[in-house]
């Protein structure tokens, strides 16, 4: 009865499911450009960022595509439209954010001064973690995967503070490495926001399933 | 709990050998807009046309069960001339008579004993505005209603049920035949006069539905699988089959 609704369902997937792998490996991209101090792959992470731009329009537009042509209704197909549309925002906005840590990167490199890695490594196994999950929850429906998404954001959170608190000290003993303090401590945030995208994500998996946002009722 | 306005209690109704309608109970409430949707055949024409006795006249038909209006049952207690006073109908085309726009507004009042030509102009203007179709009209009121376009002639068939000042609304899929400017006024009109009226409308269009209805009932193969508040039946109805059915996986 509704083939094709279904065959383009089925693209809009698949096109989701490309941009969430896009939104992964740029993430990793730029850790990895961190943690080796790799000038090229930062430069080729800020220039990735582009592609998932032009992923999200493409996404975009088949949703935007199939809310004219089909309308679907509330039930099931028009909250899971609706939701790829919100998701493919915070996912783009994480790829700002990847491409912005490797900006910084390419900047410290450029004056040669080195990281202090330990500093924001766990933030960003924690963000990669929470972006992950988000994206395994909607491919499997996974509703409480997708509330254990939600809840990891306290932790990344408390992370940042210790991570702020620390540099602020150092700021405190070293006036000299201030530059690069601050450079680390925007690091965090932007690790810190990715958790805060991966989250709403995950609020918009739940939505999806439940038709529920927030613990409220959208329509 | 408020008296429903029209009541259906364990209705049965046979064309022949053929069950149209199972064991169909329903309550609905006044000045509400209630839907019945479901694919073609479930009988949700059969059960609007059975809520003002259009089904009396067609041979082989037996109903059981019982319908009240305001509590009264219509098939034993109510002259059919009442019932059909106070329970108009609008049909999928429209269907006016072959006269001028003010004698087809005219003619249930007239049949119902009004003959003061201030008292029909009054009701002919009244009705004209409250269907939305005056301002078109005001200026050919004495020429043939058919020449007036589908969208039109529609809104003059919901402007002659009003005439008999109807307190319930049955509408049978009323757009389906018309444009989509047409089809919106409609859909505003029935809004609109929800305030004053009970309607209840058979539709094949699901947004439609969504948009204008406060109830739905889902009907499949003679059954009411599902009545609930539009709201719940298409954001998160109970049965899988009304799922199936309103994300257009059957039907």
Known sequence: ?219 | MTQPKLQVKNCDLFYGDFQALKNIDLEIQEKEITAFIGPSGCGKSTLLKSLNRMNDLVEGCKITGEFTLDGVNIYKDMEITELRKRVGMVFQKPNLFPMSIYDNIAYGPRTHGIKKKAELDEIVETTLKQACVWDETKDRLKKSALGMSGGQQQRICIARALAVKPEVLLMDEPTSALDPISTIKIEELASELKKNYTIVIVTHNMQQATRISDKTAFFLHGEIVEFDDTHTIFSNPKEHKTLEYITGRFG
Not at chain 1, 51 to 76: D, G, M, S, T, W
Not at chain 1, 119 to 129: G, H, L, N
Not at chain 1, 138 to 158: F, G, H, M, P, R
């Open chain 1, 1 to 219: 009865m509704r083939e094709n609704f279904d065959c383009k369902l089925g693209e809009l997937n698949r096109k989701l499911l490309d941009m969430a792998a896009m939104t992964e490996q740029i993430i990793a991209m730029s850790i990895k450009s961190l943690v080796e101090q790799d000038e090229v792959l930062a430069k080729q992470t800020v220039e990735f960022d582009l592609k998932i731009n032009e992923a999200e329009r493409e996404v975009e537009r088949i949703c935007l595509r199939l809310l004219l042509q089909y309308q679907p209704v509330f039930a099931e197909d028009l909250r899971k439209v609706s939701s790829v549309l919100k998701m493919i925002t915070d996912m783009e906005r994480i790829g700002d954010q990847a491409a912005d840590i490797a900006s910084l990167n390419r900047a410290l490199i450029a004056k040669k001064q080195k990281w202090e890695l330990d500093d924001i490594a766990e933030m960003a196994r924690a963000a990669t973690c929470m972006v992950t999950q988000a994206i395994d929850a909607y491919v499997n429906n996974d509703e409480e995967l997708a509330n254990t998404v939600i809840k990891s954001d306290d932790k990344i959170d408390e992370l940042f503070v210790k991570t702020k608190n620390k540099i602020i000290d150092e700021i405190a003993a070293d006036k000299a490495n201030g530059e690069k303090a601050i450079d680390t401590l925007m690091t965090a945030k932007y690790f810190e926001r990715i958790g805060d995208h991966a989250v709403n994500i995950a609020e918009w998996v739940v939505f999806s399933i439940t038709g529920i946002h927030k613990a409220e009722k959208i329509m």
